[in-house]
């Protein structure tokens, strides 16, 4: 079965929550099925080698994980306007991936989470597309024929999920968002399916 690999980094869980309604819209399409990942933190001093599992949250990812994915959603919490050191590490690493076209040709989609509602989802959004792009992959966004994009009082962009979590950073998404979410898992799961059928 064709399986989507979701890949985030969450230090507060909002992006965690986010990729989990993802996976929920990419298990809703029949014959698709979601691989759930994360990034490790990064430091700029490591004493100890880190345990390869995490504690909490998805394993970390592996090489074979890009290899083996029909497709892709990525998710960061908003930086400054930017994804996360993390993430950006992860991307930074892959130039082995990038020679040999491990993604080119396959969807992919993007997720944030930000304490402010203007405070930068769409940038960081669109800094996760470059990459993305680099790397051969075909975005997927979520179109207006979503209502929940047009009554949504928080998160949920046309250019990928996303959550806004306030001045407490509450973790748990809207109904809108979450709606939102799992369509743009659905949308991203059937259009891995359309094509490498
Ligand atoms: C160093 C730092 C920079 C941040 N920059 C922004 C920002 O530019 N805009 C914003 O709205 N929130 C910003 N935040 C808040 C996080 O994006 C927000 O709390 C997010 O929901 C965390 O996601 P997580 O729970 O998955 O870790 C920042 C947080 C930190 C620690």
């Given at each position: 079965?064709?399986?989507?690999?979701v890949?985030?980094y969450?230090?507060?869980?909002?992006?965690?929550?986010?990729?989990?309604?993802i996976?929920?819209?990419?298990?809703?399409?029949?014959?698709?099925?979601?691989?759930?990942?994360?990034?490790p933190?990064?430091?700029?001093?490591?004493?100890?080698?880190?345990?390869?599992?995490?504690?909490?949250?998805?394993p970390?990812?592996?090489?074979?994980?890009?290899?083996?994915?029909?497709?892709?959603?990525?998710?960061?919490?908003?930086?400054?306007?930017?994804?996360?050191?993390?993430?950006?590490?992860?991307?930074?690493?892959?130039?082995?991936?990038?020679?040999?076209?491990?993604?080119?040709?396959?969807p992919a989609?993007?997720?944030?989470?930000?304490?402010?509602?203007?405070g930068?989802?769409?940038?960081?959004?669109?800094s996760?597309?470059?990459?993305?792009?680099?790397?051969?992959?075909?975005?997927?966004?979520?179109?207006?024929?979503?209502?929940?994009?047009?009554?949504?009082?928080?998160?949920?962009?046309?250019?990928?999920?996303?959550?806004?979590?306030?001045?407490?950073?509450?973790?748990?998404?809207?109904?809108?968002?979450?709606?939102?979410?799992?369509?743009?898992?659905?949308?991203?799961?059937?259009?891995?399916?359309?094509?490498?059928?």
């Open positions: 079965m064709p399986e989507i690999l890949l985030y969450s230090r507060g869980g909002s992006v965690a929550r986010l990729a989990r309604q996976a929920r819209g990419i298990g809703e399409v029949d014959g698709a099925s979601a691989r759930l990942r994360s990034v933190p990064v430091a700029a001093v490591t004493r100890a080698v880190a345990p390869p599992v995490p504690g909490e949250g998805a970390y990812v592996e090489p074979r994980d890009l290899v083996e994915c029909t497709a892709l959603a990525i998710g960061s919490p908003t930086r400054f306007g930017n994804m996360a050191a993390p993430m950006k590490h992860f991307f930074d690493g892959l130039g082995s991936e990038w020679t040999s076209g491990t993604l080119v040709g396959k989609a993007v997720f944030t989470s930000t304490a402010t509602m203007h930068g989802q769409e940038a960081t959004l669109l996760m597309m470059i990459p993305l792009l680099h790397h051969g992959c075909v975005l997927v966004g979520i179109p207006y024929t979503e209502p929940a994009l047009s009554s949504t009082r928080g998160g949920g962009t046309p250019y990928g999920a996303s959550h806004v979590a306030g001045n407490d950073d509450d973790p748990q998404p809207s109904e809108d968002e979450s709606r939102l979410a799992r369509a743009l898992g659905r949308r991203l799961a059937a259009i891995a399916l359309k094509l490498s059928a």
